[in-house]
C-alpha cells in the first residue's frame, strides 16, 4: 500500500465559463454538458476541509475565473485560512477595482496569460480581441506591486516568436515568465496536429530562450520546457498520481489531474456528496494509480519509477487504450513509435494557412457539436 501524503496543492477550478476561445485549453472537449457550479459555501467548505487536509496552495483557475462574481470573497477566505493563493488569469475582466479588492482580500501571486507577443497572432490564438487589454492589465498587476508573472503557451505558431515574446516581457518587466509548450489534453489534443512543432523549431527556440537567459541572468527568470513527446523519458505527471494535487472541477467534482475524466472505468467522487477526506484517503479514483502496485513491465521493473511514477495516465490512455501501460513518451515503452509517428508527421512542411483554417476553436457550440457526434458513434 503507498504511503498517503497530504494534497499540497489544491486548484478550484471555479467555473468552465471563458469569454477567451483557445485553441489549446486543457477543459475537457464536453464542458458545455456540464455547467453546474459550486456556490460560494461549498467552495469555502472545499477550501476548509482541504487545509485540513494539510493543503498549502490554493489556485483559482477555470475557464477563467474572474467570472465568478464572488472570487473575493473567496480569496478572501483562503487568505484567512492560511492559504498561499494564486490566481490564474487571461486577465479579461480584470479592472482595477477588482484587483485593489484581491489585494486587500490577501491574494498573493497573479499568473496573467498572454497568447503571443504579436496582436495578431494573440488574437487569433484566442479568437478575440484582447491583446491591448492584457497589456493594460499587466500594467495594473505591475502598479499593484505584485511580482509579473507572465504564462506564454507554446506551439507551431508562436514558438518563432520566443525572442519577441522575451522582448515583450522584458519591456512589462516580468520577473518569471513561464513558456509553457502545449500540453496534448483536451482542445489540446483535438488540436494536436496543427500545434505540434518541427524539432527545429524547438531546437531554435531553445537556443533563444538560452542566449536570453545570458542576457536577463536573475533579472527575469525564463522556463521553457520542451514538449514532452520529444523527449524520450516521461514527465513525472502531476508528481504522482494521488500525491499532492487535488483538483475541483466546477460542478465539486474532485480530480487527481486535470484530464483524469477522460479515463474510462473510473466513478470520480464529489464534494457535494463525501467528505474531502474520504476522497483523498479511501476513493477508488484517488487510490487508483496511486504508488506503484499497479504497474505493468516495463514501469514495474525501471529505477527510474519513482522519478516519473511511469509518466502521464491519461496520456498512456489517450495514446494506448490503456491507462495502465506506461507513458508511451518513454523510449522504454513498447508504445513509444506511436509518439515517434505523431512527431514524424508534424516535421511535414504544412502551409500555414490549412494548418489554421483547420483549428478547433474552444467554444460552447463547438463543445456541443463534438458530444454529439461522439454520442452519435459510440
Ligand atoms: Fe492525468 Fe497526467 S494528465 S495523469
Known amino acids: 500500500m503507498a504511503a498517503i501524503t497530504p494534497p499540497l496543492w489544491l486548484l478550484a477550478e471555479l467555473t468552465y465559463q471563458c469569454p477567451l476561445h483557445c485553441v489549446f485549453c486543457y477543459n475537457p472537449v464536453d464542458y458545455a454538458a456540464n455547467r453546474q ?25 477555470g475557464g477563467e475565473p474572474l467570472q465568478r462574481k464572488d472570487l473575493e470573497a473567496l480569496i478572501a477566505e483562503g487568505h484567512r485560512l492560511g492559504y498561499y493563493t494564486n490566481l490564474i488569469t487571461s486577465g479579461v475582466g480584470l479592472t482595477e477595482e477588482r484587483l485593489v479588492h484581491m489585494k486587500e482580500a490577501g491574494l498573493d501571486h497573479i499568473q496573467l496569460s498572454f497568447q ?13 480581441k484582447t491583446f491591448d487589454l492584457k497589456m ?11 511580482p509579473m508573472v507572465l504564462n506564454v503557451v507554446l506551439h507551431r505558431h508562436n514558438l518563432d516568436h520566443v525572442g519577441r515574446i522575451i522582448e515583450m516581457a522584458a519591456e512589462m518587466q516580468v520577473e518569471f515568465l513561464e513558456l509553457a509548450n502545449t500540453q496534448y489534453y483536451g482542445w489540446g ?36 520546457v ?58 477508488d479514483a484517488f487510490s487508483r494509480y496511486r504508488g506503484d502496485d ?22 498512456a490512455y489517450a495514446l494506448t487504450g490503456d491507462a495502465t501501460n506506461a507513458d508511451p513518451v518513454c523510449g522504454k515503452s513498447p508504445h513509444h513509435d506511436v509518439v515517434q509517428k505523431i512527431v514524424q508527421q508534424a516535421q511535414r512542411p504544412r502551409v500555414r494557412a490549412d494548418i489554421k483554417q483547420e483549428l478547433v476553436y474552444r467554444s460552447d457550440a463547438n463543445s456541443r457539436a463534438l458530444r454529439a457526434s461522439v454520442d452519435i458513434s459510440s
Open 37 to 61: 457550479e459550486l456556490s460560494t459555501e461549498q467552495w469555502m467548505d472545499v477550501m476548509q476541509q482541504a487545509r485540513k487536509l494539510g493543503a498549502a496552495q490554493l489556485g483559482f483557475s
Open 116 to 128: 503571443d507577443s504579436t496582436r495578431e497572432m494573440n488574437d487569433f490564438l484566442s479568437s478575440t
Open 136 to 146: 493594460r492589465v499587466a500594467k495594473m498587476i505591475k502598479r499593484l506591486d505584485y
Open 189 to 224: 489534443l483535438l488540436n494536436r496536429a496543427q500545434l505540434l512543432p518541427t524539432r527545429e523549431q524547438l531546437q531554435r527556440a531553445e537556443e533563444t530562450v538560452n542566449a536570453y537567459r545570458q542576457q536577463f541572468g536573475h533579472a527575469m527568470r525564463i522556463l521553457f
Open 226 to 283: 520542451v514538449p514532452d513527446y520529444f523527449e524520450d523519458r516521461p514527465k513525472a505527471c502531476m508528481n504522482g498520481w494521488g500525491s499532492v494535487f487535488l483538483g475541483i472541477a466546477p460542478d465539486g467534482t474532485a480530480l487527481p489531474c486535470h484530464a483524469a475524466r477522460t479515463l474510462p472505468g473510473i466513478e470520480f467522487p464529489n464534494v457535494t456528496e463525501q467528505s474531502l477526506h474520504d476522497i483523498w484517503h479511501h476513493s
Open 294 to 315: 499497479w504497474m505493468a513491465e516495463p514501469c514495474r521493473s525501471c529505477p527510474e519509477k519513482h522519478k516519473d511514477f511511469g509518466g502521464c495516465r491519461c496520456q
